[in-house]
T-cell receptor, first 115, second 114 residues
Framework: ETGVTQSPTHLIKTRGQQVTLRCSSQ?????VSWYQQALGQGPQFIFQ???????GRGNFPPRFSGLQFPNYSSELNVNALELDDSALYLC??????????????FGPGTRLTVL | AQTVTQSQPEMSVQEAETVTLSCTYD???????LFWYKQPPSRQMILVIR??????QNATENRFSVNFQKAAKSFSLKISDSQLGDAAMYFC???????????FGKGTTLSVSS
């Protein structure tokens, strides 16, 4: 069973640029969640995708957008990068089951630095 | 809105000793889940233990156990027989039964000395 993978591992961008981060979910999982983890902080929920549709969103502006593909892999896109977007971006996959805690399995993250 | 508070930014313990990490949360929901996650320097978040709010019995996973006090909205993690490999950042997290998001605290950095 393949775990959650993310690419790239590290990324450096300049303010105003756009970035795309990628996530491959664990085999058999149909739900992907994205989190932003600033240095020394806990992860904050950005959004979740279930069967290619956005299924919940945190307090992030519209310049944070995402996609989920038929194979359940996912992308996180951030436009007009700001210095405060520098963070570790975590992807987590799960199987959506009713009345279940739906354990989320995390990838190793992408470290984004905005200069 | 639900919130999770971890009041201990850093904790330390000696090998083979026991340490308790604190977590409190605020919610108006009656059904929810609580989790402790471990994030080592490798960054990959690993689930340590979970607790369903409707279960009164405290969860236990080998050397890890929780003290869940629903009325007090408290969810502490006890690590027994601490090992060097336990050194990591520990996050307490909340999820509503119908919710999609995990809500994390700010974390506690645990160091283990020999």
């Amino acid at each position: 069973e393949t775990g959650v993978t993310q690419s790239p591992t590290h990324l450096i961008k300049t303010r105003g640029q756009q970035v795309t981060l990628r996530c491959s979910s664990q085999s058999g999982h149909n739900t992907v969640s994205w989190y932003q983890q600033a240095l020394g902080q806990g992860p904050q929920f950005i959004f979740q995708y279930y069967r290619e549709e956005e299924n919940g969103r945190g307090n992030f502006p519209p310049r944070f957008s995402g996609l989920q593909f038929p194979n359940y892999s996912s992308e996180l896109n951030v436009n007009a990068l700001e210095l405060d977007d520098s963070a570790l971006y975590l992807c987590a996959s799960s199987t959506r089951l009713a009345q279940s805690y739906n354990e989320q399995f995390f990838g190793p993250g992408t470290r984004l630095t905005v200069l | 809105a639900q919130t999770v508070t971890q009041s201990q930014p850093e904790m330390s313990v000696q090998e083979a000793e026991t340490v308790t990490l604190s977590c409190t949360y605020d919610t108006s929901e009656s059904d929810y889940y609580l989790f402790w996650y471990k994030q080592p320097p490798s960054r990959q978040m690993i689930l340590v233990i979970r607790q369903e709010a409707y279960k009164q019995q405290n969860a236990t996973e080998n050397r890890f156990s929780v003290n869940f006090q629903k009325a007090a909205k408290s969810f502490s993690l006890k690590i027994s027989d601490s090992q060097l490999g336990d050194a990591a950042m520990y996050f307490c997290a909340y999820k509503g039964q119908a919710g999609t998001a995990l809500i994390f605290g700010k974390g506690t950095t645990l160091s283990v000395s020999s």
